[in-house]
């Protein structure tokens, strides 16, 4: 799946101007390390900070779009338990990301970084066409952002090993969906990477 060479139908790198990119990191909260889920989200943490850091050197924006919910009436709290609520450092960017005052954070009560937010708006005027994706969960915070910004006309490339499946459904599966029907050329960090550099 990764740097799938069937893909010529989807983006292609070697065309896409650095300048209109966005790096949009979505749902890496909390710190990873040592938790339960350390074997899981651990890795592709460490990747999108690679990411971020390369994002900032080139003048990339880095967006972080973080749960924000609200306990007693966001609907997905009945889904899945209390998670990601406001003010919580469990809603906090990942220590690893080391978010700096420079990159933008929007805070998001349902799957969709788009949905009920100001992300269109700050795109917009960031004048950015191309969102470079990555988070947690694969197969529905990622997915359901990726779908919007397919929606929405955005090109979409996502770093499928800056992304983690541990909720629903598996990552090959997820990665490939949104291949499949967004779009979304699917890249490793290290090509992604390079294409924020300029070097694609």
């Not at 973080?66 to 338990?81: Q, V």
């Not at 954070?105 to 100001?118: C, G």
Request: proline share 4%; with cysteine; aromatic share 6%.
């Amino acid at each position: 799946m990764l740097g799938d060479e069937n893909n010529s139908d989807l983006v292609a790198l070697d065309e896409v101007d650095p300048r209109t990119c966005a790096l949009i990191v979505i749902d890496e909260l909390g710190d990873p390390a040592g938790g339960p889920l350390e074997s899981v989200l651990l890795e592709p943490t460490l990747n999108t900070a690679r990411l971020a850091q390369a994002a900032r050197k080139a003048g990339v924006p880095v967006i972080f779009t973080n749960d924000a919910h609200i306990e007693g009436l966001d609907r997905e709290l009945a889904l899945w338990g209390p998670h990601g609520l406001a003010g919580t450092p469990e809603a906090q960017t990942s220590p690893q990301l080391g978010q700096q005052a420079g990159d933008y954070v929007i805070e998001k009560r349902r799957y969709s970084a788009f949905f009920q937010t100001d992300l269109r708006l700050l795109l917009d005027e960031l004048g950015a066409r191309t969102l470079i994706c990555c988070g947690m969960d694969t197969n529905i915070c990622v997915r359901h952002t990726v779908a919007d910004a397919y929606f929405n006309n955005y090109d979409v490339i996502v770093v499928g090993d800056a992304t983690a499946t541990f909720l629903v459904g598996n990552q090959e599966e997820g990665l490939s969906y949104m291949e499949t029907c967004y779009a979304a050329k699917i890249v490793t960090t290290d090509e992604a990477e390079a294409l924020i550099a300029g070097r694609a």
